[in-house]
Every structure is written in C-alpha cells, then in structure tokens.
C-alpha cells in the first residue's frame, strides 16, 4: 500500500443556474427545486498539508474576511464527516485560494467543500468510492454533489439529486460580480413574501421541473437556443433586496449579451454571449461602466486532484 503524500492541492469549479424553478416551501422550511447546474472554468483551489490539528485559512483575488475557519465553515465540517466516516484521527493545515465569489450564489462555499472532500481523502489515504464522496458532499450542502461532479447537470429535490445533461461545445460568459452578498435564506423568503402578496395574480405553485428547451439548448450548443430558456425564479427576489441588479442586467443585455440571470440566490450575473469575440465586447463595456467582471466558459470539469 502506498504512503500517502504529505500535500495534496486540489480545485472545485464555481457554478451558474442556467433554470432555477422553486417549488413551495416545505414544513422543514426548505424548497424542493429544479435547477440545470453549468460548471465554469473559475475554480476554487484547495491545498492541504498533513498536521496534528485541523486548521483553516484564505487568500486570492476574492476577499473573505468574513468567513468562518471553524466547524461553522463547510471545508471544517467536510473535514470532520471524513473523520466521522472512517476513524481518521490526524488532522490537516487547509488553505483556499479563493477565486469564486463569496454569497454570490456561484456555489464557492460548495466548490471549497467538494475540493476539501477530494484532497483530504487523497491526503489521508482513506480511498473512498466516488459514490461515497457524493453522499458524505450531499450531507455538506445541496450544491456540493453538483461541485464534485461538474458538467452541466439537473438538480431535484434540494438540487442535490443529479442527472447529467448532455452539453454540446463551449458556452462564453461574462461573470458581472457584486460589491457585498446576498444570504440565500433572505433570498428564498423574499421569493416566498413576494409569492404571497401576489398570489391573486400568479399561478398555483406546482412542483418545480426543468424545461425541455433548455436540454435541447445545450445538446445543440446553441448559445441563441439557450439564451432564450435562462430563467431564475429567485431572480424576482435578488431584485428586490438589490434593486440595481436590474440596471446591470439592462446595461449588459444593452451591450451585446444574448441574455443575463442572476445566478442562483445572487447578486452574481451571469450573461450569456454569442461567441469569444461578443464575450470579450462585453467584457470591455462592462468594465468601462466600472462593473467588476470576469470572463469564462463553461461546461468545466468537477473536482480534482492536480499535480
């Protein structure tokens, strides 16, 4: 049997919300959803050195000085469910170079648990199934099995059950980020509020599924097709806890995107070009109007190890 390495690193991509259909809440307060899952090439990488205690720290382009490096942190609590799981008793010095934004609802929190999952696995020696890992991700949160997977893919239930969706090509976007986040939880009862107050003038609330125009979009790679199936339900609710999202998604639909959605929970926006040439057209405009933007493409691969 090999000895396991002293340091692994490992990285997790970010995600967008290509559909996004919310149901009713439930009795536990959350939401069953439908949701097509895209990964982007804007990863989150991980670097874990063995030690005797389990310690936490950021860096990079993103900021985080608000987050947690205890057990209230996901990377801590995916540690300790490896831990739980199998016995080990050894502990690990983390650290994360952050690139995804932090409640920007790109699933960073996600990305950073499922790369956790990966590189303390690999670092320990513990040698679990990819199936295993899935599991100990959707016990972490709804999005993480999405992380270790990557591709594009349907999530139902609390988006944590997955089928893969076949994807055509290379799709360009303009990643608009925001200043400061938005809590999902805020985000999700204002979507409820709003459901409410006007619910003599908006249909029935049924269970959430995931249009067949949207599958069609991506197995065509057909950025056009695909513009015209983004929907967000929460988008509603993004908007009106932040109402100048509206005047980004305005000036970006003004500037050549085939389309713009705010991705999951937001403030994040995701716009949906044509080709790398519109892409990078976007990209200057929105940068001149002082928005802080990145470029990437997606279906981008999962999880893993890298040399």
Do not use: C
């Amino acid at each position: 049997m090999s000895t396991p390495p002293a340091a692994v690193q490992a990285k997790a991509p970010g995600k967008i919300n290509l559909v996004m259909r919310v149901g009713a809440a439930m009795p536990d307060g959350y939401h069953d959803v439908a949701t097509a899952y895209h990964a982007v090439a804007l990863y989150e990488e991980l670097r874990a050195e063995r030690d005797e205690e389990l310690s936490l720290s950021f860096s990079g382009p993103i900021a985080a000085p608000g987050l947690p490096v205890d057990k209230r942190n996901i990377v801590v609590r995916a540690a300790h469910l490896l831990q739980a799981r199998t016995g080990y008793r050894g502990g690990a010095r983390i650290q994360v170079l952050k690139r995804v934004p932090v409640a920007g609802g790109m699933g960073g929190g996600s990305a950073d648990a499922a790369a956790a999952l990966v590189a303390l696995d690999a670092l320990w020696g513990l040698g679990l199934a990819r199936d295993e890992l899935l599991e100990l991700g959707g016990e972490l949160g709804a999005d993480v099995p999405f992380a270790l997977t990557g591709g594009t893919a349907i999530g139902t239930g609390r988006g944590d059950k997955l089928s893969p969706a076949l994807a055509k090509g290379v799709f360009q976007w303009i990643i608009a980020l925001a200043d400061t986040g938005l809590s999902t939880p805020e985000v999700y009862a204002a979507l409820d509020e709003h459901r409410l107050r006007h619910a003599a003038d908006l249909p029935t609330v049924g269970p959430p599924a995931v249009d067949a125009d949207v599958l069609q979009a991506l197995r065509a790679g057909d950025p056009h097709m695909l513009a015209d199936a983004l929907h967000n339900d929460l988008q509603v609710a993004a908007l009106r806890l932040r109402p100048q999202l509206a005047d980004v998604l305005e000036l970006g639909e003004r500037n050549g995107a085939l389309a713009g959605v705010v991705s999951g929970s937001g403030p994040t926006i995701a716009f949906l070009t044509a080709d790398l040439d519109s892409a990078l057209s976007l990209q200057i405009a929105l940068s001149a109007a002082r928005l802080t933007v990145l470029r990437v493409t997606g279906p981008a691969h999962g999880a893993r190890l890298v040399s």
